[in-house]
């Protein structure tokens, strides 16, 4: 009985963390699109554009030709190495993006400078 109700408890874990991430890949893949399409830049104030994943767990910021990616939860800093990767990986063949890493405030940065 233990076992099952961790298997469905881990089960429920990695579906939704999943779509968190979905989401989360929603959001900077639009503002990577929009950066090679609709705007040069967003300049020094994208706050009028930020987007929060529904969750609460993310908030996508999006600043000049960097789209700035904090998680709103207080977390290690593994969460961020990982988050980083994460978005490394799913970028990593997008001409559009040149870097993902963390910047000296500890947030994620998305590089989309020509």
């Given amino acids: 009985m233990k076992k099952t109700l961790m298997i469905i408890l881990c089960v429920t874990l ?3 963390c999943s779509s968190s991430k979905k989401e989360l890949y929603e959001h900077t ?9 609709e705007y040069e830049s967003y300049g ?5 554009h930020s987007k929060t994943t ?3 767990l993310y908030k996508i910021t999006p ?10 939860e207080v977390v290690e800093n593994d969460e ?3 988050l980083k990767e994460d ?7 997008d001409k559009r993006v040149n870097d993902v890493y963390i910047n000296q ?7 989309c400078r020509n």
């Fill in 29 to 37: 893949d639009y503002f990577v699109e929009s950066l090679s399409t």
């Fill in 63 to 72: 600043l000049g030709r960097l789209i700035n990616v904090k998680i709103l």
């Fill in 105 to 111: 405030g500890g947030t994620i940065m998305i590089d």
């Fill in 80 to 82: 961020y190495e990982d």
């Fill in 14 to 16: 990695l579906i939704g």
């Fill in 44 to 48: 020094l104030t994208g706050l009028n």
């Fill in 54 to 56: 529904e969750n609460g």
């Fill in 87 to 93: 978005l490394k990986s799913h970028y990593k063949n």
